[in-house]
């Protein structure tokens, strides 16, 4: 386990691109030698391909790294809301692709973040999105993957320019208003009321594509109509047709879509152990049913993989308390198995997810207060309400009207970060 | 008259900016001392809103020219095909608004020329759009006002600015789907297979009243659910809202809507007389009826305010060969009344209207003539084909399927072009 107090971490500053300092990676990598020059094609295809749903014009990827070559993946956020634990399921994802070799570019979305929401001044959005920035970054390094190979970009850096723009002129007028409202159908609403907007963004993340200048797009099952839009619609601008890494929908905490109307539920990266702990004691986990079991899933999506890019994928259920010896799983199935069976109650889980969850967290909170940049940063993404409020902390902004967008994008950005939705 | 041989005309040459060299006024201008400057509010009001339709928030307007300012009206027109008899329509009006005092901003739209034709190469387009230029400045000039109040805009040269396009996310943002697809509902076509361009133009023609800073649009009466649109949309970006100046659809010479799959029935501006009164002649024109009757229609819309802004209203139909008197009119109603009556006979009217027009393109002609800079452009904006085809004059361009499409493109812009619809 990295530890806050003895791996200490830098976090990034300024500028799109993360930090090339690495921390140290435990020479049990998975990959051979801890390197990803060394690993096998096939091992690093293994560890792309992880976990995900589905894997769409896979070959363009296999023949990257065929020719020893680091395959670029992006992944775009929209920076709306404030990161928790769900992050978690894309960031492994990220750290995967990182410790396989691959080029990852983060697409801080930011010029949606301030369309999602007009009422919330532009500056309040780049300051959350240099927020996103540092958390990713935490969270990557807490993971112990090197980020040399991870960069950052801002929406607004190319998404205003007039290349760009021509050629979502253009693309508006190859592609059917039908079939952009098809892309868009399961992560934008389609109400009467919808605005022109959910139609012109399936546009935009498709360009994306381009003009960040990827060989792949990694996403949530839910964007399944967007990347086979994207596969058509970019030729027909002259360029070509990207592979699509599709996350599966992973059930939040408290079992299904994550709960946004109770924001106290989530587990904020920054909350305390005993906070955490809290939480995941709150948190839906019947008894012997592991389906839409999203404590389980943290452990299959989060805690299992990240603790093999360590070096040792284990993941330990304590029982001291009942004079017994500590459960240990290398797999999820075995997990599930014992789950199935009450051997790994709920009550034996929940603790064990939780202190898997402060491990998580501990490097990421020591990067925090040891950064009074990110301490600023923090204070002006998410300032704190002008009056005193039953609940302060991490709610209130000051902007009326902001604090539900606020929460409804939380949800909405769960449902298509990846399929990001692992905490309450 | 203004004749090619008396009145000198200067051609604009580059830049976006309309000559300033003016045209002699003639002393007779409706307008007191042939100036605007002496002109009441009352009487540049009756011009401004001579033959239009309908016209919303004329307070706008009105406001202005009492405080002895420039009303600023834009017209736009996507430069796609090639302007034709028809564009006299809006042309008066230009020339109205002109006489009024009123700075004119012609849009030429040469972005949406392109999209809306991808087949046809962005220099194709941006000479059309010069040949527009050329081709509006000596219809104007031709008519005899001045022209030192028009300017000419590329629509490339600010549509793809990056806060044009931060307002143009803005505006999709809060403009639902289905307003948009209302405004667009009568310029747009309507189909399952629709281009999504089709709900972002009325956007992109809202925005450019601001951005283009005018007070009023002005445009066909199909384009009234667009300009009722642009008076909600504009104030939700903080923008205020503008005037609109509606005009009527004007029947073409062939009876109602201009028969577009005959190319060779339009009068383009360039053809010789003889051209022009064959062409007349085979309009549509029914004895004794003067609904939907085109030839009418164009003394009604062009030749009658033409004569006006040249100092005297008056159109005259000679009946030299039946040994009579040529009638002498000052009015549609005038004219109308001998033409039901049967006094006013479809073979009078004909060569009188053939007449009329090539009075109106003599001097566009000569001034034609005159510039080989203009010869040059319409040589790249209208390529001859590369074969040797039947029908060689203005047609092909080399680019396949161009010509159909070009046809398309003519008749829809007839459709939204401030109700250019006069011509066959």
């Known amino acids: 386990m990295v530890e806050a107090d003895s791996t200490p971490l830098t976090v990034p500053s300024g500028g799109v691109t993360g930090t090339t300092e690495q921390v140290a990676v435990p020479a049990t990598l998975p990959l051979r030698n801890g390197s990803s020059e060394t690993a096998s094609p096939e091992e690093r295809l293994a560890l792309i391909k992880e976990n995900l749903a589905e894997v769409l014009d896979g070959e363009i990827i296999e023949?990257?790294?065929?020719?020893?070559?680091?395959?670029k993946i992006y992944w775009g956020t929209a920076t709306t809301g404030r990161p928790h634990c769900g992050y978690f399921v894309p960031a492994i994802k990220?750290?995967?692709y990182l410790a396989a070799g691959c080029d990852v570019t983060i697409l801080l979305a930011d010029i949606h973040g301030f369309l999602d929401n007009l009422k919330a001044p532009i500056e309040l959005v780049e300051q959350r999105a240099e927020y996103y920035r540092f958390v990713i970054s935490a969270m990557l390094e807490g993971i112990g993957v090197p980020l040399d190979k991870l960069?950052?970009?801002?929406g607004s850096s190319y998404?205003?320019?007039?290349?760009?723009?021509?050629?979502?002129y253009k693309m508006a007028s190859v592609v059917s208003e039908h079939d952009a409202k098809k892309a868009g159908a399961e992560v934008v609403k389609q109400t009467e009321n919808a605005p022109l907007s959910g139609l012109l963004y399936p546009l935009l993340q498709v360009l994306d594509e381009q003009y960040l200048d990827v060989d792949a797009q990694f996403g949530g099952v839910d964007q399944r109509k967007l990347f086979t839009a994207a596969k058509e619609w970019l030729p027909?601008?002259?360029y070509k047709q990207r592979a699509h890494l599709l996350n599966p929908m992973v059930p939040g905490l408290h079992g299904g879509k994550m709960s946004s109307s109770d924001a106290d539920s989530k587990i904020d990266l920054l909350d305390p152990p005993d906070v955490v702990l809290k939480k995941i004691k709150k948190a839906v986990a019947a008894p012997k049913v592991v389906e839409e079991n999203g404590v389980l899933a943290f452990v299959e999506f989060v805690l299992l993989p990240a603790a093999a890019l360590r070096g040792n994928r284990e993941f330990r259920?304590?029982?001291?308390?009942d004079g017994l010896e500590p459960l240990v799983y290398t797999s999820i199935s075995q997990m599930h198995e014992d789950y199935r069976n009450d051997v790994l109650t709920p009550q034996l889980l929940k603790p064990?997810?939780?202190?898997?969850i402060n491990e998580l967290l501990a490097p990421i909170q020591a990067a925090f207060q040891a950064s009074?940049?990110?301490q600023e940063t923090t204070l002006k993404a998410y300032p704190p309400p002008p009056k005193k409020e039953k609940k302060v902390k991490n709610k209130g902004t000051g902007y009326p009207g902001l604090k539900k967008k606020e929460e409804e994008q939380a949800a909405a950005q769960n449902a298509v970060d990846g399929g990001a939705a692992a905490t309450s």
């Open 94 to 96: 990220i750290a995967q």
């Open 159 to 168: 998404q205003k320019s007039a290349e760009y723009v021509m050629d979502l």
């Open 63 to 71: 023949k990257i790294l065929k020719e020893g070559r680091h395959p």
């Open 151 to 154: 960069k950052f970009v801002l």
């Open 372 to 374: 009074k940049e990110w």
């Open 352 to 356: 064990a997810v939780a202190k898997g």
């Open 317 to 321: 259920v304590d029982r001291e308390r």
């Open 236 to 238: 027909k601008l002259g």
